[in-house]
């Protein structure tokens, strides 16, 4: 297998959702993920974040169908914090004043030994221990 990838919530949410911009990109990764030419990490935390919107909504039969997708996905790591991801999160919190969710997801992602971290949050970027990349 290649390369290794985080992934921020805002990606599953517009590949889910299927978002009009952001749709066609994050579909083109999925697919790569799928085949197995890159493998994905993706935090629990970002899980967390990503049935919260469905189960606001009185939707838990669409938050049920969005966590069997992400949870038996194909070449795509879900990723508990651990003591590791903890030290990195703080850091990189402490350092770049980012917020704890957005912290752990790249902790995670650093943890996983990716190269990248995809993710539309433009304040991300300028964190140096891995690279963000836009959709």
Known sequence: ???K????TS????YLEEHSEYLRPARAIIDKI???????????????????????????????????L?????NLTISGVN??????????????EIRTPDAILLATAIDFGATRFISNDR?????????????
């Not at 990606?11 to 517009?14: D, G, L, S, T």
């Not at 974040?49 to 169908?65: F, H, I, N, Q, S």
């Not at 992400?70 to 194909?74: E, N, R, S, V």
């Open 1 to 3: 297998m290649g390369e």
């Open 5 to 8: 990838i985080g992934l921020d």
């Open 11 to 14: 990606f599953f949410i517009y």
């Open 34 to 68: 799928e085949a197995g030419h890159i493998s994905a990490v993706f935090s629990c935390v970002g899980l967390v974040e990503v049935l919260t919107g469905p189960k606001r909504l009185g939707r838990y039969d669409l938050a049920r169908k969005y966590q069997q």
């Open 70 to 74: 992400i949870t038996h996905f194909p």
């Open 83 to 96: 003591e590791e991801i903890v030290e990195l999160a703080s850091d990189l919190r402490a350092q770049y």
């Open 123 to 135: 304040a991300l970027q300028r964190v140096k221990e891995i690279v963000v990349e836009a959709l």
